[in-house]
């Protein structure tokens, strides 16, 4: 195949680029408070040896790509006992995240940047056997050089935003350069499929799989954050807002408000989906005439809100509540990954606007594990009627829990396939 134009200039775009790239992507995690050895894997350093034997490696983009493979990575663990893991990502706050829930037998790298020398460094070191990449993280380099090397290779959750799609329908010859190199394309569902064909993706080897982010393993929790948390609560009902983008902190507290006339000591534990935001929306709550707590200040849930304005303990806050609102969902956002919660045992109530997750709030809402609202006083009225009907609350559970033991198939399935098509398993495997 001929190496289109396009192509030949952004590698040679990227020799020019590298020195300031380098320094900025370096500087940038540093600032992260990511070390120096650390940060040099963007220019292809390892800090960790390669493991022996075969090495299968996973690249995502950020936070929500790299948390939705872990699940799939301890799967694949599973039914390939001998082998290692790899994931690489190219933010601070992800490498945080993953690192603190590696499956057995996995290590985080920073992605190194799309230029000949940083990625000749990282594949002479790494070697994978297989590269997976997720969703949309395509960087145009690191699978050509990767592919060049014999390595068997798959894009898996892929999903491309319509300008994107509408921008590798007037390159085909690019796009056909690029997702050649795949043995096997599974995109999020039936319409992606469709889609990847209309751009040049090789049609034989593209087929529909499912959200791995609807698959995310469980949420880590401390337990001795949550015996804190439930003895300064006193038995006091509880809900909570999770994942919530601004404008929708007004729906919420606003909803919480109306539910303390009737409900006077209900809990709202609040959790933005940017925890930055943390000052704003602390602000947001005393606007209302609420009191609050934070836990950035190392306050327990003892006021009528308690702001949890940190990364990376969701799954110790949902389980002090059976009912989970999640936000990105009264604005078209997209809506955030249900699967999470019910995995922890509690029911979504969500906006509308759930986009990015549509087939998997269909399913869960036709077995009445989730529930949409319109606005804050549906929100307002789903939430109190949950926290009064002892029955509907515990059938919404239930079926919560169905729902997430019932993905376990599914994500064998998929386990499966990418083991045959990328030619994983050995004699000794088998």
Same mark, same amino acid.
């Given at each position: 195949m001929a190496v289109p134009f396009l192509y030949r200039a /952004?590698?040679?775009?990227?020799?020019?680029?590298?020195?300031?790239?380098?320094?900025?992507?370096?500087?940038k995690?540093?600032?992260?408070?990511v070390t120096p050895e650390r940060a040099?894997?963007?220019?292809?350093?390892?800090?960790?040896?390669?493991?022996?034997?075969q090495l299968i490696w996973f690249h995502a983009a950020s936070v929500g790509e790299s948390l939705s493979v872990l699940a799939l990575i301890d799967r694949m663990g599973h039914a390939l006992p001998q082998a290692h893991f790899l994931i690489t990502s190219g933010t601070a706050t992800s490498a945080r995240l993953v690192?603190?829930?590696?499956?057995?037998?996995?290590?985080?790298?920073?992605?190194?940047?799309?230029?000949?020398?940083?990625?000749?460094?990282?594949?002479?070191?790494?070697?994978?056997?297989?590269?997976?990449?997720?969703?949309?993280?395509l960087w145009p380099q690191m699978l050509r050089r990767t592919h060049a090397r014999g390595t068997a290779m798959a894009l898996i959750n892929a999903r491309l935003s319509q300008r994107s799609i509408e921008s590798w329908q007037k390159r085909p010859a690019l796009a056909g350069f690029l997702f050649g190199v795949f043995d096997l394309i599974l995109t999020q569902n039936d319409a992606m499929a469709r889609a990847m064909r209309t751009i040049n993706a090789p049609a034989d080897r593209v087929t529909p799989g499912i959200n791995l982010k609807s698959m995310a393993g469980p949420l880590p929790?401390?337990?001795?954050?949550?015996?804190?948390?439930?003895?300064?609560?006193?038995?006091?009902?509880? /809900?909570?807002?999770?994942?919530?983008?601004?404008?929708?902190?007004?729906?919420?507290?606003?909803?919480?408000r109306q539910l303390l006339e009737r409900i006077p000591e209900l809990c709202l534990i609040l959790a933005p989906r940017h925890p930055e935001r943390g000052d704003e929306v602390a602000g947001l709550i005393a606007s209302y005439g609420l009191t609050h707590g934070r836990r950035t200040r190392g306050d327990m849930p003892r006021e009528e809100v308690y702001l949890a304005d940190t990364l990376g303990e969701l799954g110790t806050w949902?389980?002090?509540?059976?009912?989970?609102?999640?936000?990105?969902?009264?604005?078209?956002?997209?809506?955030?990954?249900?699967?999470?919660?019910?995995?922890?045992?509690a029911m979504v109530l969500s906006g509308t606007?759930?986009?990015?997750?549509?087939?998997?709030?269909?399913e869960m809402e036709a077995e009445g594990a989730a529930r949409l609202v319109a606005g804050t006083q549906d929100l307002a009225e789903r939430v109190g009627d949950l926290l009064r009907n002892d029955i509907a609350r515990a059938s919404g559970l239930a079926a919560a829990k169905s729902y997430a033991s019932g993905q376990t198939d599914k994500l064998d399935s998929i386990t499966e396939r990418l083991i045959t098509a990328l030619r994983l398993r050995g004699d000794s495997d088998a």
């Open positions: /952004w590698v040679a775009a990227s020799r020019v680029i590298l020195p300031v790239a380098g320094r900025r992507s370096m500087a995690l540093r600032r992260a408070e040099r894997e963007k220019l292809g350093h390892a800090s960790q040896p390669r493991p022996e034997g690192g603190s829930r590696l499956p057995p037998r996995t290590g985080h790298q920073f992605a190194p940047l799309d230029a000949p020398g940083p990625l000749k460094r990282f594949l002479d070191h790494w070697r994978p056997d297989a590269a997976l990449f997720v969703e949309s993280e929790q401390d337990e001795g954050t949550i015996a804190e948390a439930r003895e300064a609560l006193q038995g006091r009902p509880v /809900w909570i807002a999770s994942s919530t983008h601004p404008g929708e902190e007004k729906a919420v507290l606003e909803a919480h949902y389980a002090l509540s059976d009912i989970v609102f999640l936000g990105g969902s009264l604005h078209p956002i997209g809506g955030h990954n249900p699967y999470e919660v019910a995995q922890a045992g606007h759930v986009a990015n997750f549509a087939e998997t709030y269909a």
